[in-house]
Structure formats: C-alpha cells, structure tokens
C-alpha cells in the first residue's frame, strides 16, 4: 500500500516542471510520515526495508531517464539513494525548507542531471 501510494513519486516525468511537481508531492509525503521515515532510516537495516521503494525507484529510472554510455545500474543507484539521501538530510533538518524548496534541490542536483546524461557523452579516454 505505502509503495503504490508514496513509489509513484519515484517516477519522473519527462518534463522538469512535472518532475519538480511530483518530486514536491515526495517531499510533502515524506513530512506527512516523518516518524514513518525517521524510524526506518534510524534502523540498521534500512536498506532492507526501503527495498520494495529502491527497487520500484530503479524500475521508474530505467524508464525515465535516457540510455547513455554508462551503467545503467550506476545510474539507477545514484538516482534512488540521492532521492533517499536528500530526504534523509531534509528530516534530519526539521523539514527546512519548505517541501517545494527541496523539490526543486532535487529536480537540480539529480533529475536534471541523470536525463542530461545523453546530451554530454563522457570523453573518450
């Protein structure tokens, strides 16, 4: 039930101001269950117990983001544990700033970035 309603989150569509939208529903839902979250980044297992979300997150991101030259599992780890970090961070802050504010953090630092990929090809070498 949790991943139907909070994975969906994970999937960015293909235009930034839809992307920043979902990504500021993701925030708004991670404060609306901050002890929910807390308690599982808290615990030594968390890894484990995101599963069913890291791996929905990888299958959102392998259809989302743009092939290009480098692993796609590379790719997909940086974009579910960035997510998950910068959600981490936020609660860890008190929830500051404001949920459209890390919204828009996180469409910069890793959603951006991940589908400009295949528009700026690594250097042979």
């Known amino acids: ?48 117990r995101f599963k069913p979300l890291i791996d929905f997150g990888r299958k959102s991101g392998k259809r989302s983001f743009p092939q290009n030259e480098l692993p796609e599992d590379v790719v997909l780890t940086h974009f579910v544990f960035s997510v998950l970090t910068l959600q981490k961070w936020w609660l860890d802050q008190n929830m500051k700033p404001e949920p459209e504010v890390m919204a828009r953090y996180a469409n910069r630092l890793v959603v951006q970035p991940l589908r400009a990929l295949a528009e700026t090809p690594l250097p042979k070498g």
């Open 1 to 48: 039930e949790f991943i139907a309603e909070v994975g969906i989150l994970f999937d960015p569509p293909g235009d930034a101001a839809t992307s920043e939208a979902n990504l500021t529903t993701l925030f708004r839902e991670t404060g609306r269950r901050a002890d929910f979250f807390r308690a599982m980044f808290r615990a030594p297992d968390w890894e484990a």
